[in-house]
């Protein structure tokens, strides 16, 4: 009989797997530095007008959070207001970051635990109407139903949508909302010649696979119908950041096309982690 004398005890793997993890995020961290330095080194990334040059992680997936400071810096904030449609536990999205800085909003999310978590963490916001929590399934035909009277004496600096499978579709229902930035998710298996989108059902969600969400240029089209711009997307190929067409000029970097904006899937970048790990509060 095998003996477990020298067995590592649980807190001995337990530690290991720290240190792995550890290990692979800090590798991580500086594999996403070094790419984006040998992009920014290419004549594609030279013009500052190109928003990758300015990501930066706080609390967004990848470097979303430094991309929408530098939107707003050229741009200039007004209402300080933001709706986030799917925010999961409220520590990794494009708005947590605007709500530590003072603006105000509403969030959208549809699973029970994320949202009993933002009640815990968000406490404070919430109790001042700072935040607004919408805790619901969103859909196509359910989304402005949601939102618009919520929205219906405030302007809008910033709408953000992440909710896999039908983003798209949820953003065509919101018509009736006029944000000055969007931060769409697009789907970049597809490159930026190709127009697709996901056929809509509500009743299917995404299981991790590559039938999700709209192609770039489904989205620029899209966008351009509402009267906004496609003025880049960020390093990992994941969000798109759309602006008030007229609020453009030449803050940002023409031609607003899926051509010249397109970054594809670098999966190999995901959620890599620069410092601490991000929380709200002690």
């Known amino acids: 009989m095998r003996s477990d004398v020298h067995k590592p005890s649980w807190i001995t793997r337990f530690r290991r797997a720290i240190h792995q993890i550890t290990r692979h995020t800090a590798a991580a961290g500086l594999l996403r530095e070094s ?4 992009l ?8 500052p007008r190109r928003l990758i040059a300015h990501e930066h992680k706080a609390f967004s997936q990848n470097g979303e959070d430094g991309a929408i400071a530098e939107i707003f810096r050229r741009i200039g904030a007004q209402s300080r207001t933001f709706v986030e449609i799917g925010v999961g536990d409220g520590l990794e999205n494009n708005t947590t970051f605007l709500l530590q800085q003072g603006w ?9 635990d994320n949202c009993r ?17 919408v805790e619901a399934m969103v859909t196509r035909e359910n989304v402005a139903r949601l939102l618009e009277p ?11 949508i992440d909710v896999d499978r039908n983003t798209y579709h949820v953003w065509q229902a919101l018509s009736g909302i006029e ?10 298996t597809f490159p930026h010649h190709v127009h697709w989108i996901v056929d809509y059902d509500p009743d299917k969600w995404w299981r991790g696979s590559s039938h999700f969400g709209a192609s770039l240029a489904s989205l620029a089209e899209l966008a351009q119908s509402r009267q906004m711009s496609l003025v880049g997307c960020d390093l990992t190929g994941t969000n798109a950041f759309f602006v008030s067409t007229t609020l453009c000029g030449d803050r940002f970097l023409a031609p607003f096309t899926a051509e010249n904006h397109y970054e594809p899937c670098r999966m190999h970048l995901h959620r890599t982690v620069h410092g601490h790990v991000p929380a709200i509060g002690d």
């Open 35 to 38: 790419v984006l330095l040998q």
């Open 40 to 47: 920014q080194a290419l004549p594609r990334y030279s013009d």
């Open 104 to 112: 105000s909003g509403i969030w959208v999310e549809g699973g029970r």
């Open 117 to 133: 978590n933002i009640r815990r963490r968000f406490e404070k916001y919430l109790t001042t109407g700072q935040l607004v929590l």
């Open 150 to 160: 919520l929205l219906a004496t405030r302007p809008l600096d910033l709408l953000s």
């Open 179 to 188: 944000p000055r930035v969007a931060v769409i998710e697009y789907n970049a």
